[in-house]
């Protein structure tokens, strides 16, 4: 029997997780301009961050540049969902990938109007920062129900496990 595949290191899977929860205790529990709610964004900026430096400098499957979309990888990965192969050993696809590079750069406005709206004078209290920062948040979420949608239908039309590898790093040969 084969060994099952590593995929995802401790570090990616923490990461999604604690974004996870961040995302969904600001958006769902907790009130905004509480202390706590900055609190939480704050840690996600630093999060999305430290992933962003962890994309330069850690393992393969972690790395910006294995999962960056290109033209080329964009078709090569709709020719493997067309014919439902998608390779075992594969992390994030290039479609995924711009996902990614989408959610870090919302999430980084996020956190920067954020801090613009209760850390500095000149934007407290601004209609305009404060309708961005819902905005963003919004877009934060229909991309996550984006996201949650396509590793279901990903997972099902390609034939490959992508929930528990985010569990535990490994998926089955």
Known sequence: MSKPVVIWDKYIRIYHWLIVIGFTLNYFVLEPGETIHQWVGYCVWILVFARIIWGFIGPKRARVIDFFPTPTRIAQHLRELKSREIPNE????????????????????????????????????????????????????????????????????????????????RRKP
């Open 90 to 169: 594969s992390g994030h696809n290039a479609v995924g990938g711009m996902l990614i590079l989408l959610f870090w750069f919302l999430f980084l406005a996020q956190g920067t109007t954020g801090f613009l709206l209760e850390e500095t004078d000149a934007f407290f209290g601004s209609t305009l920062v404060e309708n961005i920062h819902e905005y963003i948040a919004h877009s934060l979420f229909i991309g996550a129900i984006i996201h949650v949608a396509a590793v279901f239908l990903t997972g099902w039309w390609g034939r490959i496990e992508l929930i528990k590898p985010m569990i535990t790093g």
